[in-house]
C-alpha cells in the first residue's frame, strides 16, 4: 500500500504540477492573482469533452488546440484587464476581487451552456488497459496525463530558460520596474505570460476527466484551492517550484487517502498553513528572488 | 310584512357578506417556495428534482390550478424558487426568504441531504412543514419535530436495508463472507453506512466487514483507495457516493483493470443515463445497485404512469442537459403528495397539512411506490429492490432485480463476468 501510493502520488503530482503552473507563471510575471484559473482549465476540459463528442478528436489533438485558442485567447483579455488592474494602489488585492468576478461569470456561462451535470471521455481514449509500473498497476490515461504534464513543465523551462522571450520574462518577474527601465516591453512579455498561464490551465483541463474523474461547470472553485496549495509550497512566483509543490501535494493526498481517507480534503488547508508558518516563501522561496 | 322584509334584507345582506368574506379569503395563488442548485456539487442531483416538480406546477396551472379543500375551488400555484448553487449558507439565507420575506405557503427543501439539511432547523423554528423531497439523513426526523415529511426517497437508515439483507442472507450461500463499505462523508451517505453496519451486525451472518473508510464527498480520485479495498481481498464491496463520487470511482476502477466480485454502488441506479454517458455501458456491468422507480415501473393510482411522466420529460426537457432518472421521479412525487394533501387538508395551516400529508401514508400508490410515513415523518415506503446492471445482448444494460425475494426478475451474476 505504501509503494503503491508513493507511486501514485508521483504520478498524481506530475499531473498537479500542470495545474498550478499556469497560475504561478501569471503570478511571478503581473503579481496578480487570477481566481478564475480554475475555470479556464474547465472549459478546456469541456472542450475537450465536445471535441470528442462532436469529432471524436483525441484528446491530444486537443492539447494543441487548447494552446492556441487560450494563448491567443489570454493576449486580449491580458490587455482588457492587467494594465487597468496595476496603475490600481494594491493590484494583487483588486485582481482577487476582479478575477473572482470573472470566476462566477465563466461558471455561470458553462452552466448554462453545458448544464450542471458532470462530463467525461471515456479512459480507453488514452490508452486501454493498466500500465505495470515498478510492480504496481495505474491507469493508462494517468500515465499520459502525468507524460504530458512532464512535457508542459518541460516546455516552460525551455521558455524561461532557453529563449530570448523567456530572458525577458524573467527579468520583468525579478523587477518589472527595471525591466520598464531598460526597455523591455513589459505589456508585450506579460500578455505573451498571460495567454501561456491560460493555455496550460485550458491543457491540465484537458486531461482532467481522466485524473479527476469528471467535469463540471463547477470544478474551478476546488482546483483554485489545490493550485495555491501547490504553488505556496513550492513558492509563490516560482514557476518551476510548483513541480516540488505539485510533486509534494499528490504524494502527501495519497498518503492521506491511505492513511486518513476522511480527512484528506483538509490537505490543501493544513499544508498551506503549515508552509505559511514554516517557510513563507515556499520551499523554493529563495530561488524566487534570484529567478 | 314590515319585520319580515326587514329580516329577509339583513339575512340576504349577510348572505352576500359572508360569501364575499369567503371569497375574499381564498387567495389568488397558492405560493409554493422552493430551492435548486444550478451550479456546483449538487447541481447534478438537485436540477432533476426541481425540474420533475415544475413539471407538475406546470400541469396544474394548465388546468387552473391546483384543488384546494378549505376553499372549495382550483386556485393558481406560484412556484418561487431560488438558486442556492449548492452552497449551504446561501441555502439557508434564501430558506429564511422564502418564509420572511415571500411569505410562502408551502416550504419544499433543495434536493439532497446537504441542502435539506440547512433547512430542518429554519423550518422548526418558523413552525414552518419542511416538505423534504430527497433529503435522507436519518438525523432531520425526531419525535419532538412535527415540521418535516420526507416525500420521495426512503430514510437513508432503512434505504439500504435489501442490500444488508442480501449479503447477510444470499451471500453466505455465494461465497460471500468479506465484506468492503467505502462512503462519502455527509448525512446522505454516512447515514447508509451506519445503517448497513447495523443490519450486518444485527443479521448475525457470517460474513465480517474487512474494509470501512470515509472519504470527503468532493474526492475525485479513488485509484489509490481501489488499490487499497483490492489489499483486503473483499468478495462485496459497497460503495456509497453521490454522483461525481460514483463516477470517479466506477471510472477508476475500470481503468485501473481491477475488478471485484461484487461491486454496489447507488447512482448507476438512479441516474443510470447519466452514468452510462459518464462511466460507459463496459465500467456498469455487473454493477449491484439500487433498482428505482425510474426504471422499475410501479402501478400508478395516481398521477401519470411511468411512460407517461417519461414523454412528458421528453418533451419539456428533451434537450437532455438535466437528465432523466430517480430525482426527476422524485420532483414530481413531491408535487403529487402536495396535490393530494391540498385536496384533503382541513385548512392551510401547516400543521393540518402535516395531517393531511400523513393521511396519505400508506394509501397514496405513485410512479414511485407506496407513500409511507413513520411517526416522524421520515419516508418508510419506497425502497429501492436491489438490483444488477447487466448485458442486454444488444449493447445496451438491463436491470435484473436480486433481492427481495418477493421481487426478483432473474439470478445474480457471482463473481462478476
Do not use: C
Not at chain 2, 436491489?386 to 435484473?400: A, E, H, M, R, Y
Amino acid at each position: 500500500m505504501l509503494e503503491y501510493a508513493l507511486l501514485a502520488g508521483l504520478v498524481f503530482g506530475l499531473y498537479f504540477s500542470l495545474v498550478g503552473l499556469g497560475l504561478n507563471l501569471v503570478f511571478g510575471v503581473m503579481r496578480i492573482v487570477n481566481l478564475a484559473h480554475g475555470d479556464f482549465l474547465m472549459l478546456g476540459a469541456f472542450g475537450a469533452f465536445w471535441l470528442f463528442n462532436l469529432y471524436h478528436l483525441n484528446p491530444i489533438a486537443t492539447v494543441f488546440i487548447a494552446l492556441a485558442v487560450f494563448g491567443a485567447l489570454g493576449v486580449p483579455l491580458y490587455y482588457l484587464l492587467v494594465p487597468r488592474l496595476q496603475r490600481a494602489r494594491d493590484p494583487e488585492m483588486l485582481s482577487i476581487i476582479l478575477f473572482f468576478g470573472l470566476s462566477q461569470v465563466i461558471e455561470a456561462l458553462a452552466t448554462v451552456g453545458f448544464g450542471p451535470s458532470e462530463r467525461s471521455i471515456p479512459g480507453r481514449v488514452l490508452g486501454s488497459g493498466p500500465v505495470h509500473v515498478l510492480g504496481q498497476t495505474f491507469p493508462a490515461a494517468w500515465m499520459v496525463s502525468a507524460a504530458a504534464s512532464a512535457l508542459a513543465v518541460l516546455g516552460v523551462y525551455f521558455y524561461l530558460y532557453r529563449t530570448r522571450l523567456g530572458y525577458l520574462t524573467r527579468a520583468v518577474m525579478v523587477h518589472r520596474e527595471e525591466a520598464l527601465a531598460t526597455g523591455i516591453d513589459v505589456h508585450r512579455v506579460s500578455a505573451i505570460a498571460f495567454g501561456a498561464g491560460l493555455a496550460l490551465a485550458a491543457i491540465a483541463g484537458v486531461f482532467a476527466p481522466f485524473m479527476l474523474g469528471s467535469a463540471t461547470p463547477a470544478m474551478g472553485v476546488d482546483l483554485n484551492i489545490q493550485s495555491f496549495a501547490v504553488i505556496v509550497i513550492g513558492s509563490l512566483g516560482n514557476p518551476l517550484g510548483t513541480v516540488l509543490g505539485g510533486i509534494l501535494y499528490g504524494v502527501s493526498l495519497m498518503f492521506m487517502q491511505t492513511y486518513f481517507s476522511s480527512w484528506a480534503n483538509l490537505l490543501p488547508y493544513l499544508l498551506l498553513i503549515l508552509i505559511l508558518l514554516v517557510r513563507p516563501s515556499g520551499l523554493l522561496g529563495r530561488q524566487v528572488r534570484r529567478a | 310584512m314590515f319585520r319580515k322584509l326587514v329580516f329577509a334584507l339583513l339575512a340576504a345582506s349577510f348572505a352576500a357578506f359572508a360569501g364575499g368574506a369567503r371569497a375574499a379569503a381564498a387567495p389568488a395563488e397558492i405560493k409554493i417556495g422552493t430551492l435548486y442548485a444550478s451550479s456546483g456539487n449538487f447541481a447534478a442531483i438537485s436540477m432533476p428534482v426541481h425540474y420533475g416538480l415544475k413539471l407538475w406546477v406546470e400541469q396544474m396551472n394548465a388546468e387552473g390550478g391546483v384543488y384546494v379543500k378549505p376553499f372549495h375551488k382550483k386556485i393558481p400555484i406560484k412556484l418561487i424558487a431560488y438558486d442556492d448553487q449548492s452552497n449551504t449558507a446561501t441555502a439557508a439565507t434564501l430558506y429564511n426568504q422564502l418564509i420572511t420575506q415571500d411569505k410562502v405557503d408551502i416550504l419544499v427543501a433543495d434536493s439532497g441531504s446537504p441542502l435539506t439539511s440547512v433547512a430542518v432547523p429554519i423550518a422548526r423554528d418558523h413552525k414552518m412543514l419542511l416538505i423534504d423531497q430527497t433529503g435522507t439523513g436519518a438525523a432531520f426526523f425526531s419525535k419532538d419535530n412535527p415540521y418535516i415529511v420526507l416525500m420521495s426517497d426512503p430514510v437513508s437508515s432503512i434505504w439500504p436495508k435489501y442490500v444488508a439483507d442480501f449479503l447477510t442472507q444470499e451471500g453466505p450461500k455465494l461465497g460471500i463472507k468479506r465484506i468492503a463499505l467505502l462512503y462519502a462523508t455527509n448525512d446522505f451517505t454516512g447515514t447508509q453506512a451506519n445503517a448497513v453496519r447495523g443490519f450486518i451486525r444485527a443479521a448475525h451472518a457470517p460474513v465480517e466487514i474487512v474494509y470501512d473508510q470515509g472519504v470527503p464527498t468532493n474526492t475525485t480520485s479513488y485509484t489509490v483507495i481501489i488499490n487499497n479495498i483490492r489489499a483486503t481481498n473483499p468478495d462485496a464491496v459497497i460503495t456509497l457516493g453521490f454522483p461525481n463520487n460514483d463516477i470517479s470511482y466506477l471510472r477508476n476502477l475500470q481503468d485501473s483493470g481491477v475488478k471485484f466480485k461484487w461491486q454496489f454502488a447507488i447512482y448507476p441506479g438512479l441516474e443510470t443515463e447519466h452514468l452510462e454517458k459518464t462511466v460507459g455501458v463496459k465500467g456498469l456491468e455487473y454493477v449491484y445497485t439500487y433498482t428505482p422507480s425510474s426504471v422499475l415501473e410501479y402501478k400508478a393510482e395516481f398521477g401519470m404512469s411511468l411512460p407517461q411522466f417519461r414523454a412528458a420529460w421528453d418533451k419539456k426537457y428533451g434537450e437532455g442537459k438535466v437528465a432523466f432518472g430517480f430525482n426527476s421521479v422524485a420532483g414530481y412525487t413531491t408535487g403529487l403528495v402536495l396535490q393530494k394533501a391540498l385536496a384533503g387538508t382541513e385548512s392551510m395551516e401547516q400543521l393540518a397539512l402535516r395531517k393531511a400529508i400523513f393521511a396519505l401514508s400508506g394509501k397514496l400508490k405513485t410512479i414511485d411506490g407506496t407513500f409511507e410515513l413513520n411517526d416522524e415523518g421520515a419516508q418508510i415506503g419506497e425502497i429501492t429492490p436491489l438490483g444488477q446492471i447487466v448485458p442486454d445482448g444488444k449493447g445496451g444494460l438491463k436491470f435484473v432485480v436480486v433481492y427481495p425475494p418477493a421481487a426478483t426478475t432473474g439470478k445474480p451474476v457471482y463473481p462478476a463476468k
